[in-house]
């Protein structure tokens, strides 16, 4: 988290928000959304075998002017850094907008895509949007990468997508992200070599099953870890642990082996969910969600009804952020975008997890 941040120069305003978070929580007793995520979109260019978003029969895109709304309250609200996701965030046709907005009012802004659409002229584009980083999804070697993203000649773009970023973006930050199944654990330190020969750096998050939806024709890929490759898993972590172009935490990286066994289970975090103090999420059809695995994916608060601002400070919103303070789902699914958050914040829990293991290490 802290690599990430600190790469673009804006570990400053980041860390003036997050101090001035720490003073409204413990001081004032009053949350804000330091982080938040937008899902801008359900649609997608790809067919991910472990990615059940875009066979959600009922397609959305975030409607402009929940957008902006919700942007601005979050700028008021002092949030520090604002994720774009999805979906494939790159096929909403007024992206580059969205993403000069947000660049104007919050410290960082990173979007996760898969890079099918970053070609030199997107790229150009991406740039004089002055957002801060990039997440391209890699999850394999060629062969694998298309087998797992359901379309032949993906890999060879999201490479060229790094490229052109290179290229075209040199202001941009770059960042990659795998997946890590039962599909390309033989192949993750060869990955990770590649990776690293390209100069940017790289995340890794453990597979999990995405929910349901409704109406949804269920083709759930069927996977599982074996024990050897558990094992042979726990061998590529100790490896990866020492390389400097792995962004993961050394917390978070020591839990993925342990997580297809089990083992995490009730061990990660012994104190409540804080992230519900300093984190929010807008879905692409204009809800607003403490968070989104957290509340399974369900209910949500309206912001077609609602400013973001109204619905934060509501007392259902604080009711239901109350609730899932004893949420301990993070614990099974090990997901990297709610986990290194909380490795890393608030200050407390960045040196229960992050400080003291590294004296010991
Ligand atoms: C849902 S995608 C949205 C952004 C974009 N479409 C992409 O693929 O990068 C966000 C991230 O979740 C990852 N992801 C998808 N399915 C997953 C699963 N079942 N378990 C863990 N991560 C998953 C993707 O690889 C990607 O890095
Ligand atoms: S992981 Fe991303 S690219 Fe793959 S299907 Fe899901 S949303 Fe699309
Ligand atoms: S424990 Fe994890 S999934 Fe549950 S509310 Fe907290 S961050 Fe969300």
Redesign the pocket.
């Known amino acids: 988290m802290s690599k990430i941040i600190n790469l673009k120069g804006k570990f400053f305003p980041v860390v003036g928000r997050a101090l001035r978070w720490h003073f409204r929580h413990y001081l004032l007793r009053k949350d804000s959304p330091l982080m938040a995520t937008l899902l801008l979109t359900n649609r997608?260019n790809?067919k991910?075998k472990?990615?059940?978003?875009w066979k959600d029969p009922k397609k959305n895109t975030l409607a402009p002017k929940v957008f902006k709304q919700a942007i601005d309250d979050l700028s008021l609200l002092g949030c520090a850094y604002v994720s774009f996701?999805?979906?494939?965030?790159m096929v909403v046709k007024d992206l580059f907008s969205y993403l000069s907005y947000a660049a104007a009012r919050i410290p960082f802004v990173n979007m996760?895509?898969?890079?099918q659409q970053l070609d030199s002229r997107a790229v150009r584009e991406l740039a004089k949007t002055k957002m801060d980083m990039v997440?391209?999804?890699i999850?394999g070697l060629r062969e694998t990468h298309d087998e797992i993203r359901g379309i032949p000649g993906s890999f060879e773009k999201a490479i060229g997508a790094i490229e052109n970023l290179k290229r075209y973006a040199p202001g941009i930050g770059i960042t990659v992200?795998?997946?890590i199944?039962p599909w390309n654990v033989d192949e993750l330190l060869e990955l990770s070599d590649l990776i690293e020969d390209l100069g940017v750096l790289h995340k890794f998050?453990?597979?999990?099953?995405?929910p349901v939806f409704e109406g949804q024709v269920i083709q759930d890929a069927d996977w599982q870890m074996t024990a050897p490759k558990i094992e042979r898993l726990r061998e590529i972590v100790r490896v990866l642990r020492r390389r400097k172009s792995v962004a993961n935490s050394a917390y978070f990286l020591s839990s993925i082996s342990t997580h297809f066994t089990s083992e995490n289970r009730g061990r990660l975090f012994k104190e409540r969910c804080k992230s519900v103090h300093f984190y929010c999420e807008v879905r692409e059809d204009g809800r607003l969600f403490v968070c989104t695995e957290g509340m399974g994916w369900k209910g949500g608060f309206n912001l077609f009804d609602h400013t973001l601002k109204e619905v934060y400070y509501s007392l259902d919103y604080r009711k239901t952020a109350k609730r899932l303070r004893d949420c301990k789902r993070c614990q099974k699914v090990l997901?990297i975008c709610y986990m290194e958050p909380r490795i890393a914040f608030p200050v407390t829990s960045f040196i229960k997890y992050t400080v003291i293991p590294s004296l010991f290490s």
Request: proline share 10%; hydrophobic share 25%.
């Open positions: 997608c790809l991910c472990m990615c059940n978003l996701g999805g979906g494939e965030p996760v895509t898969n890079g997440s391209i999804s999850d992200n795998t997946v199944s998050q453990p597979i999990f099953h995405h997901p």
